[in-house]
């Protein structure tokens, strides 16, 4: 049975151990066979908020032995974590867990060492001062959730049930983590999503936000790294280097991602068939676009379709 950890902190806010607790701590065999073994791991006396006391939770040196380490968001930014706590999460990773914070949490990881070198997010209010505590980290103010393997981050509260569904989902695949969060009415973004509308690729940055539209009107077409760095005005070595910066990805990477994002899009609201999308989003065939979308998205198309089609049906599922 794999095993999960949460790491609490006194006075921790209710919602930040909801998703945790919620997805982890309820048995849901019916679902995959083992679930996981949850635990509290915390100060003795430590409370959530000011209404109760977790009963009987195991100290921090239970995280060191766990498979998935799930730290919640630190309510206290200006003073450094918790010695103690970060030295815990430091010892699991170095281990072999697997480290996931929540909202502010990711402070933890980067106080930990966990962050260098490594794409991360938090809350959209705090990025900025955690890529001022952690220069080495690569901070994305817009995702929901990043993952880098067995270091992942996710950014305001609701977005600790993006995280956790994802958790769900490389362990025990799309369909447990669809039926889970079925269950708790939410509707998986099984890419990471947004944590808040951007207007383009690069955020603020003006070149990537006036190439985003010209890239939309064009998607259908077999796009290449030139014309992109032509409609850009700049050199294809320079594109790169601006997209890696910026986006944590290449060019091609974030034109596939384009295309996957239209597909999902064409597939929830239009009744076209898998064919006339490969062509509208520049994949050509039904064959690439299902290889594509099925390594992106974790769920062939169809089955996308079927679940997260608009219209009446979706309507009464998530109502």
């Known amino acids: 049975m794999p095993t999960v950890a949460l790491a609490i902190t006194d006075r921790i806010s209710l919602v930040d151990v ?31 908020g000011d209404w109760f006391r977790p009963a009987s939770p195991a100290s921090l ?3 060191v032995s766990a498979d998935t380490v799930i730290v919640p968001a630190s309510h206290r930014l200006r003073e450094s974590p918790p010695a103690d706590l ?22 933890v990881l980067a106080a930990a060492g966990l962050l260098d070198g490594r794409r991360a997010t938090t809350h959209w209010m705090h990025t900025a001062a955690l890529a001022a505590r952690c220069p080495e980290a690569r901070v994305d103010p817009d995702a929901l959730y990043v993952d880098e393997g067995r270091v992942l981050t996710s950014a305001g509260k609701s977005a600790g049930f993006d995280l956790c569904l994802h958790l769900v989902r490389l362990d025990h695949g799309a369909t447990a983590a669809n039926d889970v969060a079925g269950q708790l009415v939410l509707p998986p973004r099984p890419d990471g999503g947004r944590a808040r509308p951007i207007q383009a690729a690069g955020g603020e940055d003006p070149v990537l936000s006036a190439l985003e539209p010209w890239v939309a009107a064009h998607l259908h077409r077999p796009l290449t790294v030139g014309e992109l760095a032509r409609q850009a005005n700049m050199s294809t070595r320079h594109l790169t280097r601006k997209f890696n910066a910026i986006t944590g990805m290449t060019p091609l990477q974030w034109l596939l991602a384009r295309r996957i994002r239209r597909a999902r899009e064409l597939l929830e609201t239009t009744d076209e068939c898998v064919e006339q999308i490969a062509v509208r989003t520049g994949m050509g065939t039904a064959a690439t676009l299902r290889r594509n979308f099925n390594r992106a998205v974790g769920v062939p198309p169809d089955t996308y379709r079927r679940t997260f089609r608009t219209g009446p049906q979706v309507a009464r599922r998530f109502a």
Request: aromatic share 10%; glycine share 10%.
């Open 86 to 107: 970060v030295a815990a999460v430091r010892a699991a990773y170095e281990r072999g867990s697997r480290v996931a914070s929540i909202c502010t949490g990711a402070f």
């Open 18 to 48: 909801a998703a945790p607790c919620e997805i982890f701590g309820v048995d849901r065999s019916d679902l995959a066979d083992p679930w996981y073994d949850f635990t509290v791991c915390g100060p003795a006396g430590a409370r959530v």
């Open 61 to 63: 040196d239970g995280l």
